[in-house]
């Protein structure tokens, strides 16, 4: 998914965790916004202009080369990963687009096409988790043992099934209380015990319970 973004004077709303990689053009400088466990808060000045592509849970690895658990919670300049000559021509690639999220898109389409593809048993393990499906029932649907699970998971998402089950289920309630769902029956959506449950999870996981995420008084 392609974005793009400038930061307002006074913007506090917090980046959430959603299990994905993020390569990110911010002024010239590509880098790569790893896999997050919590908010998220951007000390980029107001005026600082973005572009990212956001890629599917599991799939960023294989195209950066790198372990998404290595990349957890940072914030990484893709010189760091990769050698700088190359990096300076991708960034000048970037930069010489018409739109950088355009040149961003360009980028990911040449590292794909000199990639293995995406491995569908990742798609699967998220697909499972995503309908409120247990760590060992999801273990069971994909073929692979609790351990086997885990160390792939961790491989490919930065952190454990159980983690990533977590995270999911906030953005199911979330967008179901954006619907216009009450937050009790999007908690119940969801798969959590109650409203309580929710609260407590959200708040681990975004630093704020969702009736302030939402904006809701």
């Not at 990963?81 to 990096?87: D, T």
């Amino acid at each position: 998914m392609l974005w793009t973004r400038t930061v307002g004077s006074g913007e506090s709303a917090p980046v959430l965790p959603d299990g994905c990689i993020d390569l990110l053009w911010r002024e010239g400088t590509v880098m790569v916004a790893g896999p997050d466990t919590g908010p998220h808060h951007s000390d980029s000045p107001p005026g600082t202009r973005f572009a990212g592509l956001r890629f599917f849970p599991g799939s960023a690895p294989a195209l950066l080369g790198v372990p998404a658990d290595e990349l957890r919670d940072r914030r990484v300049d893709l010189v760091d990963l990769w050698p700088a000559a190359r990096v300076r021509a991708l960034a000048a690639a970037v930069h010489a687009a018409p739109d950088p999220a355009c040149g961003l898109e360009a980028l990911a389409l040449r590292l794909a096409a000199d990639s293995a593809p995406p491995d569908p048993l990742l798609r699967a393990v998220v697909a499972t988790l995503a309908t409120g499906a247990t760590v060992a029932e999801t273990a069971d649907t994909v073929g692979l043992g609790p351990r086997a699970l885990h160390r792939r998971s961790l491989s490919a998402f930065g952190y454990g099934p159980k983690t990533l089950a977590r995270i999911l289920r906030m953005h199911r309630a979330l967008s179901a209380a954006r619907r216009g769902m009450p937050l009790a029956q999007a908690a119940f959506h969801a798969g959590y015990a109650d409203q309580a449950h929710f609260s407590r999870e959200v708040t681990q996981l975004a630093g704020v319970p969702p009736a302030v995420l939402l904006g809701i008084r």
